[in-house]
């Protein structure tokens, strides 16, 4: 049987997490919000595994237009709900209301719930319902009067690999650090070197690329306890994906940072990551590092100066990229940062740009081949 899921991604990471999922074989169109795909509720499973650059994966159960509440309400009670979900499945229900006729949140979450309730109440044939087993977030989300009805799979959202224990003070997060992974000129094979590794997330999540680890193979997911989705199958699937992958596959990926705290995190996310003695990082300033041996490609998420008073030390450190560029012949490089004068300070062109978003930050990435 055929099911529709939705791959959330953050605005600009669409056609990526897209991408991945073609990768996979599965075929993917990039939407607003995500990546829209059919498969087999394994599929899903496989996809809660395997995306690195998407935030959740959502099952998607109705999408209708409705303009009141009673049409929410024959929505919501036409779904199968006794297939989903158990005798004592904990509903919790959440939702948004965005451009439409219905406004009110709070009421369609509750007229939702009601729907649930009473579809399940009548055909499992009870007049009660406990509430406390798994709990099911199930999600009501309208837009231009578009209702979409989705029940979420993954849980804890995607990025949380399960190797950040701190966040630091800017770190990237671990979906936006993916993809720039793969928009990076970086090839399995190259080397990789970020100067200012911070946290280390670029330099993790590329091993986790360079290793061909599924990302979500080391964390739970929220489906693995829904009564309805196939646990034997996705047993096998894990152990499966466990055995695709070799954790000693060799790479080279290094870093290097100027601040001593960050360099404590760093070491402590790759260990937790697995990759302690694997990916080395250094206390360097950019502005002396020099590296020997062969070229490799240079992944960078600079500090943005987006306060007044930082603006110019981050403008003097694009100078240094320029520079550090210049020094190590042969090399790539590929910088994100939310600084519309960075190309000026950097001293030349980038060969590609791509507009993404940090956050709400406004970001260019800047590829220099
Ligand atoms: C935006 S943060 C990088 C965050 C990192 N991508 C992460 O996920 O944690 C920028 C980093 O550049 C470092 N930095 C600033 N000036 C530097 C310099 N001259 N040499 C090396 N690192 C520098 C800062 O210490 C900071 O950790």
């Given at each position: 049987m055929s099911y529709t899921f939705l791959a959330t991604a953050?605005?600009?990471?669409?056609?990526?997490?897209?991408?991945?999922?073609k990768r996979m074989n599965i075929p993917a169109r990039a939407e607003n919000g995500g990546a829209r795909f059919e498969?087999?509720?394994?599929?899903?499973?496989?996809?809660?595994?395997?995306?690195?650059?998407?935030?959740?994966?959502?099952?998607?159960?109705?999408?209708?237009?409705?303009?009141?509440?009673?049409?929410?309400?024959?929505?919501?009670?036409?779904?199968?709900w006794e297939k989903l979900l158990t005798r004592d499945a904990s509903?919790?229900?959440?939702?948004?209301?965005?451009?439409?006729?219905?406004?009110?949140?709070?009421?369609?979450?509750?007229?939702?719930?009601?729907?649930?309730?009473?579809?399940?109440?009548?055909?499992?044939?009870?007049?009660?319902?406990?509430?406390?087993?798994?709990?099911y977030p199930i999600d009501i989300a309208i837009v231009n009067d578009l209702a979409r009805i989705?029940?979420?799979?993954?849980?804890?959202?995607?990025?949380?690999?399960?190797?950040?224990?701190?966040n630091g003070e800017a770190p990237l997060r671990e979906t936006l650090a993916a993809a720039l992974v793969d928009l990076s000129p970086w090839r399995k094979g190259v080397r990789l070197y970020d100067p200012c590794c911070g946290t280390g997330t670029l330099l993790i999540e590329t091993a986790i690329k360079a290793i061909s680890r599924p990302a979500g193979i080391r964390r739970s997911f929220a489906c693995e306890k829904y009564a309805f989705m196939p646990q034997a199958e996705m047993k096998a699937?894990?152990?499966?994906?466990t055995d695709s992958y070799d954790e000693q596959t060799d790479f080279?990926?290094?870093?290097?940072?100027?601040?001593?705290?960050?360099?404590?995190?760093?070491?402590?996310?790759?260990?937790?990551?697995?990759?302690?003695?694997?990916?080395?990082?250094?206390?360097?300033?950019?502005?002396?590092?020099?590296?020997?041996?062969?070229?490799?490609?240079?992944?960078?998420?600079?500090?943005?100066?987006e306060r007044l008073s930082d603006q110019k030390s981050a403008r003097e450190l694009y100078r240094e990229i320029g520079l550090l560029l210049k020094r190590h012949p042969g090399?790539?490089?590929a910088v994100i940062t939310a600084d519309p004068a960075f190309e000026r300070s950097f001293g030349k062109r980038a060969s590609k740009k791509r507009r993404l978003y940090n956050g709400r930050l406004e970001c260019e990435f800047y590829i220099y081949e």
């Amino acid at each position: 049987m055929s099911y529709t899921f939705l791959a959330t991604a953050a605005f600009g990471l669409e056609g990526v997490a897209a991408n991945e999922l073609k990768r996979m074989n599965i075929p993917a169109r990039a939407e607003n919000g995500g990546a829209r795909f059919e498969g087999t509720l394994l599929d899903g499973y496989r996809a809660n595994l395997c995306l690195r650059t998407a935030d959740r994966v959502l099952l998607v159960l109705a999408e209708e237009k409705v303009r009141t509440f009673e049409e929410l309400f024959q929505l919501v009670s036409s779904i199968a709900w006794e297939k989903l979900l158990t005798r004592d499945a904990s509903i919790h229900v959440s939702g948004k209301c965005v451009r439409s006729q219905l406004m009110s949140v709070r009421d369609c979450q509750s007229i939702s719930k009601k729907a649930i309730v009473q579809r399940l109440m009548q055909k499992l044939r009870v007049n009660r319902l406990p509430e406390t087993g798994v709990v099911y977030p199930i999600d009501i989300a309208i837009v231009n009067d578009l209702a979409r009805i989705t029940l979420d799979l993954s849980g804890d959202a995607l990025n949380r690999r399960g190797y950040r224990t701190w966040n630091g003070e800017a770190p990237l997060r671990e979906t936006l650090a993916a993809a720039l992974v793969d928009l990076s000129p970086w090839r399995k094979g190259v080397r990789l070197y970020d100067p200012c590794c911070g946290t280390g997330t670029l330099l993790i999540e590329t091993a986790i690329k360079a290793i061909s680890r599924p990302a979500g193979i080391r964390r739970s997911f929220a489906c693995e306890k829904y009564a309805f989705m196939p646990q034997a199958e996705m047993k096998a699937l894990r152990a499966e994906l466990t055995d695709s992958y070799d954790e000693q596959t060799d790479f080279q990926i290094a870093g290097s940072d100027i601040n001593p705290e960050a360099l404590e995190l760093s070491r402590r996310h790759i260990k937790q990551a697995g990759f302690e003695n694997r990916i080395q990082v250094k206390q360097q300033d950019l502005r002396t590092l020099q590296l020997d041996g062969e070229p490799g490609v240079f992944l960078i998420n600079p500090p943005y100066g987006e306060r007044l008073s930082d603006q110019k030390s981050a403008r003097e450190l694009y100078r240094e990229i320029g520079l550090l560029l210049k020094r190590h012949p042969g090399w790539k490089l590929a910088v994100i940062t939310a600084d519309p004068a960075f190309e000026r300070s950097f001293g030349k062109r980038a060969s590609k740009k791509r507009r993404l978003y940090n956050g709400r930050l406004e970001c260019e990435f800047y590829i220099y081949e």
